[in-house]
């Protein structure tokens, strides 16, 4: 990027900065996440897969207590997805244990958690391996909770797809993180300098996105564009827009798609390609950082469509409940709804 001061911009809003104000997370009931694996255990074979429900707790912390608890190593415990520690979260974990030897888990006490499931399974959990999470989220203080049902009209047509703020760290940290690597330093650490690649891929497909909605593009087939078809990881080339794909997006039969930037991957051209050189352009230095780390190329959806959406009032308080597609954020339909403040930070953080 080469920011002299790398920090969280003001992404734009598809339908306009809300009016609306409101708290998130007030308690961690008020942010509930489900898991849906993308398969059906198998009842049998030498993994173990648990679903367990944390509530104020990380995935990270779970996975150190069930390595404690098996005598295994931390990196033999594998995971679908992290999973927020200011939630009520009901997630799945794995490890591998000899079919005949006993595992004793009814006993055991993990603080703020409890075990919901156990299953055997035939292969090991990977991450990712997640169809769906659903969230049951309750806005508390809600300013104008009429005007906020108004607005769920809109949110059903897709919201932008934007990374959520949790992966660029406090105060966008992982992004000044990687601002230091760009610049030449070495970060020993891996994980660290992995959050630090992460966060500035992440960072510059918001940037595309953003310059996308303020050109007025967002539901608009380019020409050069790639497509990503609805409910799959597949894409296509589109070398000339026409009013049949135009239709198949308003339709939500396919979507537009920003780079995850890196080596090699499918490459945009014509009117598309313009319009990321562009978006892009200032932020050189970032894109030359992740191809030198040989981090590869991908595409990802721009819009975001929940499924399953539903919401309930009372007085100032507004339950929503939906489904996303994992890797999608919660957080990326509320700002739509909302201005609200996340009522597990401090207001010193939040200002």
Partial sequence: MSAANPGLPQWHYLYGKPEITATIRGTPEDF???????????????????????????????????????????????????????????????????????????????????????????????????????????????????????????????????YGEQRFGRAGANLALADSLFAGEKIADRQIRGLALSASRSYLFNTVLSERIARGLFNQVLD?????????????????????????????????????????????????????????LPHRQWCEGLNEYRLQGARRSIRLQPQQLNAVTTANRVTLSFALPAGCFATSVLRELACYRDGSRPLSELE
């Avoid at 603080?111 to 391996?129: C, M, N, P, T």
């Avoid at 239709?247 to 014509?270: C, F, N």
């Fill in 32 to 162: 509930i996440v489900d898991e849906q694996l993308n398969f059906t255990p198998s009842g049998s074979g030498e993994h173990v897969l648990l679903q367990i429900e944390k509530r104020g707790q990380n995935t990270q912390y779970i996975a150190r207590q069930l390595a404690r608890l098996t005598g295994l190593r931390m990196r033999d415990i594998s995971y679908a997805g992290l999973k927020d520690r200011h939630a009520l979260t009901r997630q799945w974990f794995c490890f591998k244990w000899p079919i005949k030897q006993e595992l004793g888990w009814q006993q055991w006490q993990i603080e703020d958690s409890r075990i919901l499931q156990v299953v055997r399974h035939y292969r090991k959990l990977r991450l990712g391996a997640l169809k769906a999470n659903h969230f049951q989220l309750t806005l508390t203080d809600v300013s104008e909770p009429k005007e906020l049902i108004k607005r769920l009209q809109l949110i059903q047509n897709g919201v932008p797809n934007y």
């Fill in 224 to 280: 050069g564009d790639i497509l990503q078809l609805d409910g799959s990881g597949s894409i296509f080339q589109v070398e000339t827009a026409d009013s049949t794909l135009q239709q198949r997006l308003l339709a939500g039969d396919v979507h537009p798609t920003a780079p995850l930037v890196g080596i090699e991957g499918a490459q945009v051209s014509l009117q598309a390609a313009a319009l990321e050189h562009q978006a892009l």
